[in-house]
């Protein structure tokens, strides 16, 4: 981890924590303590170009649901923040409407946030070295197949990428050449739901 940030994931398991965590701003500055490790609101402020009381009141709202807290000052003084996890989770098949609603909203900010980030990096892709073009880019595949088999097909992908885990927390593992990059996994069903394609008048 960054210095200061702990590994393990901390669970969104009720609406309002939910809906406290659906905020773009919020989720930038935890993605920022968890890649960066703990700076100071002014800090952040300048690092997300935003200003300096609008950082602090959302970190301090991170912090009231257990996604922030203070870290100890190198110098004695100004506090900088950390984030209380490496990961963040949330469970997306609650029959609870409160809930649903809550995980829909929170997934509709995280798609936002995806969407921002691949518009930012085609306006620069031009601007790339040819391997590293050739090497990222967008994609898709059309799949038939369970519920089950999706889910499987997920945790085969999270194992694959668990390998760079160590990556994330020690500079040192890192080979030369490497920088950072953003997987972005959606998996979006298509057409109806197997079963419901008739009877319904």
Not at 43 to 58: K, W, Y
Request: aromatic share 4%; hydrophobic share 40%; proline share 9%.
């Amino acid at each position: 981890m960054p210095d200061g940030t702990p590994d393990r994931t901390v669970k969104l398991a009720d609406p309002r924590t939910l809906r406290a965590y659906a905020h773009p701003l919020r989720m930038s500055l935890i993605g920022l303590l968890r890649t960066e490790g703990p700076m100071t609101a002014t800090q952040a402020a300048a690092r997300l170009d935003d200003n300096v009381p609008n950082c602090s009141f959302h970190l301090r709202q991170l912090a009231k649901y257990g996604l922030a807290e203070r870290a100890p000052a190198a110098d004695g003084r100004e506090r900088p923040w950390q984030a209380t996890a490496q990961t963040t989770s949330w469970d997306d098949d609650s029959d609870d409407p409160a809930m649903r609603a809550a995980t829909d909203e929170l997934n509709g900010v995280l798609l936002g946030s995806f969407m921002q980030r691949a518009q930012a990096y085609l306006a620069v892709r031009g601007d790339e070295p040819a391997p590293w073009r050739a090497a990222a880019g967008f994609d898709d595949a059309l799949l038939h197949v369970t519920a089950a088999e999706l889910r499987a097909l997920t945790d085969q992908i999270e194992a694959l990428l668990a390998r760079y885990d160590e990556r994330l927390t020690d500079p040192a593992k890192r080979p030369p050449g490497s920088r950072p990059v953003q997987l972005i996994q959606l998996a979006v069903p298509r057409g109806p739901v197997p079963g419901e394609e008739t009877g319904r008048g």
